[in-house]
């Protein structure tokens, strides 16, 4: 439902954004504003946003098959990281051109600058609004923080197309372009930190991997635990790996450790776990373990 529910507003926010964008750059080259057409060029990453937002979340929703085990579910993980280079990139193109005018400003229309930006304003909170409920998916959360850029870019502009009314100094238009060129390498840096730290499948971000092998550690039954690993799949979906120590014991009677360790595992969000047993100390707890002669060691226990 939640799913159904986002895809509906990102339809109709990229068809809005889509049509302010092209409204907004004949409106910048008429008014020989840089920061309208900066602008605009900050819009229309911000349209490629929500499309690549809502490919994604069809990707997620596909189910996993013998070729992708775990689902698609990095789509958006992946559309955040594209869309995060796409505003980088977009702000160079800012910089170059800002550059040449501020040593030969154009004379800019204060009142068309100011109007458009005035509606670039209003159309960013719409679609923030709209957005609002899906910021706990990075993909979403990506997407709304291109919304927020713009709108208070759009909030500069208009302050920007005041002080040209008044004083008729043309050079704060580029001076306002590097400022959101600024603005928008701000905007993407938070995404591709995290993204890439899903990508390279680091910890997820606000856990501890000491408190986390803690926990496990105080579960009656366990020795030890070491190899753990814990990353996320995407959109919130934790997974973990360990392996664990306890006494040489049935599976039968191993399992209510196993049962008291997702107990542990799930107060910290992780509902998704490969726990192997062990009964032999590893030397190296990143090594495979020697098995010594008719030692008894039983194999992989799964829990989802």
Same mark, same amino acid.
């Given at each position: 439902?939640?799913?159904?529910?986002?895809?509906?507003?990102?339809?109709?926010?990229?068809?809005?954004?889509?049509?302010?964008?092209?409204?907004?750059?004949?409106?910048?080259?008429?008014?020989?504003?840089?920061?309208?057409?900066?602008?605009?060029?900050?819009?229309?990453?911000?349209?490629?946003?929500?499309?690549?937002?809502?490919?994604?979340?069809?990707?997620?929703?596909?189910?996993?098959?013998?070729?992708?085990?775990?689902?698609?579910?990095?789509?958006?993980?992946?559309?955040?990281?594209?869309?995060?280079?796409?505003?980088?990139?977009?702000?160079?193109?800012?910089?170059?051109?800002?550059?040449?005018?501020?040593? &030969?400003? /154009?004379? *800019?229309? $204060?009142?068309?600058?100011?109007? @458009?930006?005035?509606? =670039?304003?209003?159309? %960013?909170?719409?679609?923030?609004?709209?957005?609002?409920?899906?910021?706990?998916?990075?993909?979403?959360?990506?997407?709304?923080?291109?919304?927020?850029?713009?709108?208070?870019?759009?909030?500069?502009?208009?302050?920007?197309?005041?002080?040209?009314?008044?004083?008729?100094?043309?050079?704060?238009?580029?001076?306002?372009?590097?400022?959101?060129?600024?603005?928008?390498?701000?905007?993407?840096?938070?995404?591709?930190?995290?993204?890439?730290?899903?990508?390279?499948?680091?910890?997820?971000?606000?856990?501890?991997?000491?408190?986390?092998?803690?926990?496990?550690? &105080?579960? /009656?039954? *366990?020795? $030890?635990?070491?190899?753990?690993? @814990?990353?996320?799949? =995407?959109?919130?979906? %934790?997974?973990?790996?360990?392996?664990?120590?306890?006494?040489?014991?049935?599976?039968?009677?191993?399992?209510?450790?196993?049962?008291?360790?997702?107990?542990?595992?799930?107060?910290?969000?992780?509902?998704?776990?490969?726990?192997?047993?062990?009964?032999?100390?590893?030397?190296?707890?990143?090594?495979?373990?020697?098995?010594?002669?008719?030692?008894?060691?039983?194999?992989?226990?799964?829990?989802?």
């Amino acid at each position: 439902m939640h799913q159904h529910s986002h895809g509906k507003a990102l339809g109709w926010s990229t068809a809005v954004t889509l049509a302010f964008v092209v409204f907004e750059l004949a409106a910048g080259v008429g008014a020989h504003s840089l920061a309208l057409i900066s602008d605009s060029g900050h819009n229309f990453t911000d349209a490629l946003a929500l499309i690549l937002a809502a490919a994604a979340q069809r990707l997620e929703s596909r189910p996993a098959d013998d070729r992708k085990t775990y689902g698609y579910q990095r789509a958006g993980v992946l559309a955040a990281f594209i869309n995060a280079l796409a505003l980088l990139a977009l702000s160079a193109i800012i910089f170059w051109e800002a550059w040449f005018r501020l040593f &030969t400003p /154009p004379e *800019v229309n $204060d009142t068309t600058m100011g109007f @458009v930006a005035l509606t =670039g304003i209003a159309v %960013n909170v719409g679609i923030m609004m709209a957005l609002h409920r899906g910021r706990h998916d990075l993909n979403i959360r990506a997407a709304w923080v291109h919304m927020l850029g713009d709108a208070v870019s759009s909030a500069a502009i208009v302050a920007g197309a005041v002080v040209i009314h008044f004083t008729g100094w043309h050079r704060i238009d580029p001076a306002l372009s590097i400022c959101i060129g600024v603005l928008i390498i701000w905007t993407a840096w938070d995404i591709i930190r995290e993204s890439l730290n899903v990508l390279l499948e680091g910890i997820p971000q606000g856990m501890n991997l000491k408190a986390i092998s803690n926990a496990v550690q &105080t579960v /009656p039954g *366990v020795i $030890d635990v070491h190899d753990l690993h @814990v990353w996320t799949l =995407g959109a919130g979906a %934790n997974a973990l790996s360990c392996h664990v120590l306890i006494d040489d014991m049935p599976p039968s009677e191993s399992n209510a450790i196993l049962l008291r360790i997702n107990e542990a595992l799930c107060a910290f969000h992780i509902h998704h776990s490969t726990v192997q047993f062990e009964h032999v100390r590893c030397a190296l707890s990143d090594a495979p373990c020697s098995m010594p002669p008719g030692a008894h060691q039983h194999p992989h226990t799964h829990s989802h």
